[in-house]
């Protein structure tokens, strides 16, 4: 007689994770402010006010123009040091990109407290019109009237 093949038993559910500790889901938010911690440290030691530290702005040395990154440094001196006024002076831009990137790193840190991807996703207006305000810094810095803006 022909047995029949018994069908294949139906295969389980894969086991459930446990959740990562939470030191392991910290560890990489914390890596990157040990990082960001260091440079700054870096740059509130070593005065970017003082020649020969650093390498100059290339436009800046071939054009003479501020480009929107120009004082970045000295801004991240200022903020180092606690003197937030030299800091906008030096680049306004450059202290609210920085207060942007501790918000940003600050919700990563709850998300993945949490166990939560951080997942930022933008679309291409925004850099576009980060571009846009790059641009403008840039221009507005560059003119008689924007001097306030100069490093």
């Known amino acids: 007689m022909d047995a029949k093949p018994s069908p294949a038993p139906a295969p389980s559910p894969p086991p459930a994770t446990a959740p990562a500790p939470l030191a392991r889901r910290l560890l990489t938010p914390l890596v990157t402010l040990a990082g960001v911690a260091a440079a700054?440290?870096?740059?509130?030691?070593?005065?970017?006010?003082?020649?020969?530290?650093?390498?100059?702005?290339?436009?800046?040395?071939?054009?003479?123009?501020?480009?929107?990154?120009?004082?970045?440094?000295?801004?991240?001196?200022?903020?180092?040091?606690?003197?937030?006024?030299?800091?906008?002076?030096?680049?306004?831009?450059?202290?609210?990109?920085?207060?942007?990137?501790?918000?940003l790193w600050a919700v990563w840190v709850v998300r993945s407290a949490r166990g939560l991807p951080m997942r930022i996703t933008v679309k291409p207006v925004f850099w576009w019109s980060l571009g846009a305000v790059a641009a403008i810094f840039s221009i507005v810095r560059n003119l008689p009237f924007g001097s306030a803006l100069a490093p």
């Open 40 to 103: 700054f440290t870096y740059v509130g030691t070593v005065d970017p006010n003082e020649p020969g530290h650093y390498p100059a702005c290339p436009l800046l040395q071939l054009t003479g123009i501020y480009c929107p990154g120009c004082g970045g440094l000295r801004s991240a001196h200022g903020v180092a040091t606690g003197d937030l006024a030299g800091a906008f002076g030096a680049n306004a831009m450059a202290v609210v990109g920085y207060a942007i990137c501790a918000a």
